[in-house]
């Protein structure tokens, strides 16, 4: 009997041990030729351009079973991706990564997003069809890099095109190790090889050439303003999921309980990664100091006295103060308390701090588990501060409150393309929300949450003398 138990337990300690390294040591990229990675910009662009002049005359079924195997693949590796997007960028938390890479194999449209409108009368048929671009230049971030690939992956192979990534070069072996999955998986069932190629080094230069090459007819680039800055000045159409700095509005009829504890989980999931997420709160003062107490109560977060804020925003920003310190972004905030001699466990997952309404945790998108809060007088107050701290990016706002007029006012005021109400912001994202979803949010120009559609041209073939047969 001891001499059983005694082997159960050491089973069990492999068992954990095991596991632990296995969560702590993610495979490695394969050093070997990834399959779509070149070395020669011009070469992976000859390549990308005759995959396309391949992929464009297969049937649609085909392309949708591309797609289905680039889902499936992302779902079988979303530990691994997730776990070298950690380890490579530093930055972010694997079991919340794990969750991005399901959502986008799940729920990012594939081809039958894409539009087909029939006009049927006496003078004919007329139809209005959509053709690909080409190939596509996908500028990727550090943020979300391999779920962001395969969101763009699905949307634009969904629409007949090959895509040429540039991923983040803090994220490059992730990003290159999740493109060798997708077109290995698409290999294998007979695809044409190189539907998305990259780079096997990442330099702005580069980028900045094939930016402004003649054979790329469309840009997307997902990331910060001053990239997507570049990218609209290449004289050629670039769509562009810019920066945002979403801030949450709690109005007095809000459940504080409820709001505190949604506004936790939307600020810190992946660590404030998401550029969708709260990173600033702007609460009505009838209701501030309850909402303070229900953040006070919740074990997931941790509220700052005002003594600690010179050392928390000597630690979370740059020394100008005109951004986070890049050293801070996407931790946990355990880590970041830590730098403030504050021991807290990992549960911790937020920190909140009450700060001045032009403070830079309100003013600057700081993407790490740092929220200012801020009060005002009164809900059109509320309004003011919340639409000032957004700049104008479009990007994304949050509310909770039970007043319906509130919802719509507010809404109005600050014309985001993500709006989200009683819920973590991540609903809009389709977690916990309806609805498909995508890491490529085009609020500065204006296309929205994109998909297949947005990578498509518009067609219309009309047909006169014929069906028109009522
Ligand atoms: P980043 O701007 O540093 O990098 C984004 C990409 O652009 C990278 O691939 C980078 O190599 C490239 N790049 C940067 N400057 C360039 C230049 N001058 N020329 C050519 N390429 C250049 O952003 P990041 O840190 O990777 O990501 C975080 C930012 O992206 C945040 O501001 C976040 O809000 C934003 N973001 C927006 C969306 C969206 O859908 N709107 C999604 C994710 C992230």
Redesign the pocket.
């Given at each position: 009997m001891a001499a059983q138990l005694e082997t159960e337990q050491i089973d069990t300690i492999i068992r954990r041990v095991m596991n632990r390294l296995e969560e702590q040591q993610p495979a490695l990229p394969r050093s070997y030729n990834y399959r779509g990675v070149f070395s020669d910009p011009d070469e992976a662009l000859k390549a990308a351009r005759l995959a396309q002049q391949c992929y464009a005359r297969e049937s649609m079924g085909r392309r949708k079973a591309f797609i289905k195997v680039i889902r499936e693949t992302t779902i079988n590796h979303a530990q691994q991706l997730s776990q070298l997007a950690v380890q490579e960028t530093g930055m972010g938390r694997v079991a919340d990564k794990v969750l991005k890479h399901l959502l986008v194999a799940e729920k990012t449209p594939g081809t039958e997003d894409l539009p087909a409108v029939a006009h049927l009368g006496d003078d004919g048929l007329t139809v209005e069809e959509v053709s690909p671009f080409g190939v596509i230049l996908a500028?990727?971030?550090?943020?979300?890099p391999t779920a962001t690939i395969v969101n763009n992956a699905i949307s634009m192979l969904a629409g007949g095109n090959t895509v040429f990534f540039?991923?983040?070069?803090r994220a490059l072996q992730t990003s290159l190790t999740c493109i060798d999955l997708l077109n290995e998986a698409i290999e294998n069932i007979g695809g044409p090889p190189n539907l998305l190629v990259a780079l096997d080094s990442?330099d702005?230069k580069t980028?900045?050439y094939l930016m402004k090459h003649p054979d790329i007819p469309l840009l997307c680039?997902?990331?910060?303003t001053?990239?997507v800055d570049?990218a609209l000045r290449c004289g050629k159409r670039a769509i562009g999921?810019?920066?945002?700095n979403p801030p949450v509005l709690v109005d007095d009829t809000a459940d504080p309980v409820k709001a505190a504890n949604d506004i936790i989980l939307g600020h810190s999931f992946d660590n404030n990664m998401p550029?969708t997420s709260e990173k600033e709160i702007v609460v009505t003062a009838g209701i501030a100091d309850e909402l303070l107490r229900a953040f006070r109560d919740n074990e997931k977060a941790v509220v700052l006295e005002s003594r600690f804020l010179p050392e928390l925003e000597r630690v979370a920003l740059n020394e100008k103060r005109t951004g986070p310190n890049p050293r801070m972004i996407g931790q946990n905030a355990n880590k970041i308390l830590g730098e403030l001699g504050i021991n807290v466990g990992d549960e911790v997952r937020a920190i909140i701090v009450e700060v001045e309404r032009d403070h830079p945790f309100i003013r600057h998108?700081l993407?790490m588990p740092v929220l200012g809060l801020t009060r005002a007088a009164d809900f059109d107050e509320a309004v003011d501060i919340a639409v000032e701290a957004e700049q104008g990016l479009h990007?994304s706002a949050i509310i909770h409150s039970a007043n319906v007029y509130h919802m719509s006012d507010f809404q109005r005021a600050i014309r985001t393309t993500v709006y989200v109400k009683n819920a973590p912001s991540y609903a809009a994202l389709g977690y916990g929300g309806e609805g498909p979803t995508s890491?490529?949010?085009a609020?500065r120009t204006g296309e929205g949450m994109t998909s297949a559609r947005t990578f498509v041209r518009r067609t219309r073939c009309a047909l006169v003398g014929a069906f028109g047969t009522f």
């Open positions: 500028i990727t971030p550090t943020t979300n540039a991923p983040h070069p990442a702005l980028v900045d680039v997902t990331g910060g001053a990239v570049v999921a810019a920066a945002g550029c998108e993407m990007h890491f490529t949010i609020g």
